[in-house]
């Protein structure tokens, strides 16, 4: 990965961390527990909730793990992303800052704030958004672009 690539990677990680860490503060002052605000018919609502598992609710309970998994994956992607084509960089870089960003809740509180509840999906965050667009992302490239 060159300079430029490096440079991408840092900003649109940070970036996801500190919009995803900025609502979780809004949310975490501004709204009680359990708490319905902006609800946009049975579509979408703000919802503050707490997560004791990983994205959309799966892997309740289990924050050691998740604490460990989250290090060991931004561990191998830091090495895997000397060898990362050019176009897998945006990608990684929406990965990682969803992963710091929960990783920061998992650390300092213990579990993850949600506050976005869409239709039937468990309420998630913009972190969790990040982790499934940049997967999504990973994931179209090894298959169909053959990366």
């Not at 902006?38 to 598992?53: E, H, M, P, Q």
């Not at 998630?124 to 990973?138: E, P, Q, S």
């Amino acid at each position: 990965m060159n300079h430029r690539n490096e440079v991408f990677f840092a900003l649109v990680t940070g970036s996801i961390v500190l919009i995803d860490q900025f609502f979780k503060s809004v949310v975490e002052k501004s709204i009680l527990l359990h708490q319905e605000i902006a609800r946009l018919g049975n579509i979408f609502s703000v919802t503050y909730s707490k997560n004791i598992g990983a994205s959309f609710g799966i892997l309740q309970g289990k924050t050691t793990f998740l604490i460990w998994f989250s290090v060991l994956v931004l561990i191998g992607m830091v090495w895997y992303l000397r060898k990362t084509p050019a176009k897998m960089v945006p990608f990684a870089a929406l990965i990682a800052g969803g992963a710091v960003s929960n990783l920061i809740d998992r650390v300092n509180l213990g579990y993850v704030v949600d506050y976005v509840n869409f239709w039937y999906v468990p309420t998630f965050n913009v972190a969790d958004l990040a982790i499934t667009v940049g997967t999504v992302g990973v994931g179209y490239w090894l298959y169909f672009k053959k990366v």
